[in-house]
Structures are given as C-alpha cells and as structure tokens.
C-alpha cells in the first residue's frame, strides 16, 4: 500500500485510539504523526478541559477549526479530536489530501476506555449525556469517513494491520 504524499486522518470518539491506532499506522507505513489535540493546546496554551471548563465547548471546537483548516501537510497521520466532525469547513479540507479513517468502537467500549470522562476535555453540551454524544457524533463519523474500522474485538496491532488493509492499492 502507498499513500503517496497524502495524509491519513483519523476520526472517532474519545478513547478510539485515534492516536494510540495512529502512531502505529505512521510507523508502519513510514509517515509522520500529528496530534491535534496537541496541537490545539499548544495554540492555546491551555489543557482541552481548561479551554472547556473557563470558555465553553464552542470555544474549544472554535479553536479546533481554526488549528484544522491550518494545517497544510502531506504524508501524515492525523489524529483529531472527537469534535472535529462538527466542522464542515474542517473536514472538506482534511479530505482534500487525506483518507479519512473512522475508528468505530461501542458505547460500552468508550466508556470502559476513557473512565470518568468530564476529566477528558470532552466537547458537549453541559447537559448532554455520553450516550446522546455518542449518537449525535456516531452519524457524524460515518458520514465523513472514507474508511470504517470496527474496532471491537481487535487489538492495536490488529487494528493497525485493519486500517492498512483497508487503504487504496
């Protein structure tokens, strides 16, 4: 499989292993990795929970968009935020050099990943619950997704071998 010079990006909910999947995947493959959760902090100086808990769930999906639409690079891996499908500005242009992979996982799989999640930096509502996030977001994923990874029962390294096998030849 090659990529040529286009990027891999990678969407799904919090605890997917968009990053974990993705660092792997970028090693396989011999390509970068980018974070951009980490990325968002570093612009803003400021953990995602902080920007979360002092302005809100939009600024950080604010913030999120702007750090997206910046990014001008090929041959990555991209892992994204959970958020990052609620930008239609976003994701155009993620796709337009990229592929872009949902790492498909269960409610229940989320929740026995990421524990108690209002320590994650999590963008929802104040009133929304995980499961009504999980829905609103699952729709999201796969209408942006060029390739859907069911992660259930698999491994990181199975997971890993799963994304390559699904990329275009």
């Known amino acids: 499989m090659t990529t040529g010079r286009r990027n891999l990006v990678f969407i799904g909910m919090p605890g997917s292993g968009k990053s974990t999947v993705g660092v792997l995947v970028a090693k396989r493959l011999g390509l970068g990795f980018i974070d951009t959760d980490l ?72 929740r026995r990943r990421i524990g108690n999640y209002s320590l994650r930096g999590i963008s929802r509502r104040p009133d929304q619950s995980l499961e009504a996030l999980f829905e609103e977001r699952f729709a999201l994923y796969t209408r942006y997704a060029d390739l859907t990874i069911k992660g259930h029962g698999l491994n990181l390294e199975q997971a890993c071998q799963a994304v390559i096998d699904g990329l275009p030849q």
């Open 39 to 110: 990325l968002i902090q570093e612009q803003a100086g400021r953990t995602l929970q902080e920007i979360v808990d002092q302005d809100g769930y939009l600024a950080l999906r604010r913030i999120e968009e702007q750090v997206l639409l910046a990014l001008e690079v090929e041959g990555q891996v991209i892992s994204t935020g959970g958020s990052a499908v609620y930008s239609e500005a976003a994701m155009t242009h993620l796709r337009q050099k990229g592929t872009v992979v949902f790492l498909d996982i269960s409610l229940d799989e989320v």
